[in-house]
């Protein structure tokens, strides 16, 4: 079975500084995956995605993530945090058994002024 | 939200009662998803559809039943058997990726939050 790790409940940074958000994977074959973000009450938008190709990955808003197979991780950056970015962000990856994603627990992202 | 609306926004349902929430997009996909969601929990897949007139259960699908009769919609009935429905659902879509499916991305609807009474 597949799965999705998102260690940090939370994570904190000062706004104008640098963000990481981490995610590792647990996928039988090619990795397919996913960012989301989720503003309160409201749907999922999409980030990022990776499917092949270039390890680094660039998405919306200024958002980018890493992909390293030999860590199996697919971190999410910015180089430079906005107070908007404030809310939840879900990693996922595709689920090779079926047109679904597998999601992880998601990371509350609170960026202060 | 693109183009998936999901209806209501708020549905208070009693005990022993069935609700529907409403699913419809105009993005032409083929696949619809339900997913619920829980805090700390992430989301967790209900039922799934990949073409018109077929579905399939996800992870979390007994108490919730689901039809797909159109391409443009995709509505989930919350049973009585559900004993703890109370959550918010997501709906999502997405058209068949050049992978086979796997690398294809879900568009998500505003979603619907569920309270019981």
């Known amino acids: 079975a597949q799965s999705v790790a998102q260690p940090e409940d939370q994570v904190n940074v000062a706004e104008g500084n640098p963000l990481t958000v981490k995610c590792t994977y647990s996928?039988?074959?090619?990795?397919?995956l996913f960012w989301y973000v989720q503003y309160p009450n409201r749907g999922l938008q999409f980030l990022l995605k990776?499917?092949?190709?270039?390890?680094l990955v660039k998405g919306s808003y200024g958002f980018e993530a890493e992909f390293n197979k030999s860590q199996t991780s697919f971190h999410l950056k910015k180089p430079s945090a906005l107070v908007s970015d404030s809310a939840l962000y879900f990693c996922?990856?595709?689920?090779?058994?079926?047109?679904?994603?597998?999601f992880g627990s998601g990371t509350r992202l609170q960026v202060q002024p | 939200d693109g183009g998936i609306t999901q209806s209501p926004k708020y549905l208070f349902r009693k005990e022993g009662q069935n609700v529907t929430l409403s699913c419809e997009q105009n993005?032409?996909?083929?696949?619809m998803y339900w997913y619920r969601q829980d805090p700390g929990q992430g989301l967790r897949l209900i039922y799934y559809?990949?073409?018109?007139?077929?579905?399939q259960k996800g992870d979390i699908a007994e108490g919730y039943s689901v039809s797909r009769e159109k391409k443009e919609s995709f509505p989930l009935t919350v049973t009585s058997a559900q004993k703890n429905p109370t959550a918010f659902y997501l709906c999502?879509?997405?058209?068949?990726?050049?992978?086979?499916?796997?690398?294809?991305?879900?568009?998500f609807g505003p979603g619907t939050r569920l309270l019981v009474l």
């Open positions: 559809s990949q073409i018109v007139n077929d579905f």
């Open positions: 996928v039988s074959g090619n990795p397919y």
């Open positions: 996922a990856s595709g689920d090779t058994g079926r047109r679904a994603l597998t």
């Open positions: 990776y499917i092949t190709g270039d390890n």
């Open positions: 993005l032409n996909h083929d696949a």
């Open positions: 999502a879509s997405s058209i068949p990726h050049r992978t086979g499916g796997l690398g294809e991305t879900q568009y």
